[in-house]
């Protein structure tokens, strides 16, 4: 059986169970190339909170307002999603902490769709590269200089990266994909949508990635 899949995989930079859900799959797909079963992934935007102000918000102060979570209850949190994390992405290095913020994250969003209509691969590497600025480096989602340097580190030529972000290109293009992955029903991240009909919904391991997609692999 050969078969090549469309994956969406719907997602935000500030959702760490979008980092377990991306390495649980990427693992996933790895394994099933033997089997002749490949994959052509795009990223979908997501905004986890698209009301959030460009200074961001504390990770405690946020998950304690959103979920009603008390600090240890956040800490024990972030340090089982961080377990699941080095399980699912071998090398990735989760660092959140209780200083760690989040961000308003549609200008990563931008960067990301251009990132798309320049090639796949060149997508996945600024996705990545996005996770390691966000989750690893802490650093300021909210800032072009920051973003622009996401974008060189995913080999993306970092001036074409600046006038993207300086010119608000490709708001319209997000704004209309946020709104039609809601409209099909997507409320939370990851959604991993495979050939526009079945989901694969949260950070599931890799085993499960891969069995249910040898199956729609097989359905098709």
């Given at each position: 059986?050969?078969?090549?899949?469309?994956?969406?995989?719907?997602?935000?930079?500030?959702?760490?169970?979008?980092?377990?859900?991306?390495?649980?799959?990427?693992?996933?797909?790895?394994?099933?190339?033997?089997?002749?079963i490949?994959?052509?992934?795009?990223?979908?935007?997501?905004?986890?909170?698209?009301?959030?102000?460009?200074?961001?918000?504390?990770?405690?102060?946020?998950?304690?307002?959103?979920?009603?979570?008390?600090?240890?209850?956040?800490?024990?949190?972030?340090?089982?999603?961080?377990?699941?994390?080095?399980?699912?992405?071998?090398?990735?290095?989760?660092?959140?902490?209780?200083?760690?913020?989040?961000?308003?994250?549609?200008?990563?969003?931008?960067?990301?769709?251009?990132?798309?209509?320049?090639?796949?691969?060149?997508?996945?590497?600024?996705?990545?590269?996005?996770?390691a600025?966000?989750?690893?480096?802490?650093?300021?989602?909210?800032?072009?200089?920051?973003?622009?340097?996401?974008?060189?580190?995913?080999?993306?030529?970092?001036?074409?990266?600046?006038?993207?972000?300086?010119?608000?290109?490709?708001?319209?293009?997000?704004?209309?994909?946020?709104?039609?992955?809601?409209?099909?029903?997507?409320?939370?991240?990851p959604?991993?949508?495979?050939?526009?009909?079945?989901?694969?919904?949260?950070g599931?391991?890799?085993?499960?990635?891969?069995?249910?997609?040898?199956?729609?692999?097989?359905e098709?």
């Open positions: 059986m050969t078969r090549t899949l469309h994956i969406d995989f719907v997602s935000d930079i500030v959702c760490p169970w979008c980092v377990v859900g991306l390495g649980g799959l990427e693992t996933a797909l790895e394994a099933l190339k033997a089997e002749g490949t994959a052509e992934v795009h990223f979908q935007p997501f905004e986890l909170n698209p009301q959030m102000p460009p200074e961001g918000e504390n990770i405690v102060e946020h998950i304690g307002r959103k979920y009603g979570s008390t600090p240890e209850q956040s800490a024990a949190n972030r340090a089982m999603i961080t377990e699941r994390a080095a399980e699912a992405w071998p090398g990735f290095d989760m660092r959140m902490g209780p200083d760690s913020r989040i961000w308003n994250t549609f200008d990563a969003h931008r960067l990301l769709h251009w990132a798309g209509t320049v090639g796949a691969a060149e997508q996945r590497a600024l996705k990545k590269a996005l996770f600025t966000h989750f690893t480096d802490g650093k300021t989602l909210t800032d072009a200089a920051v973003l622009a340097d996401a974008a060189a580190a995913a080999g993306l030529d970092r001036d074409k990266a600046v006038e993207v972000l300086a010119d608000d290109l490709y708001a319209a293009e997000v704004r209309a994909a946020e709104a039609l992955w809601v409209s099909r029903g997507i409320n939370g991240v959604a991993v949508v495979v050939e526009g009909k079945w989901l694969i919904s949260g599931q391991p890799a085993g499960v990635f891969e069995e249910a997609l040898r199956g729609m692999a097989g098709g």
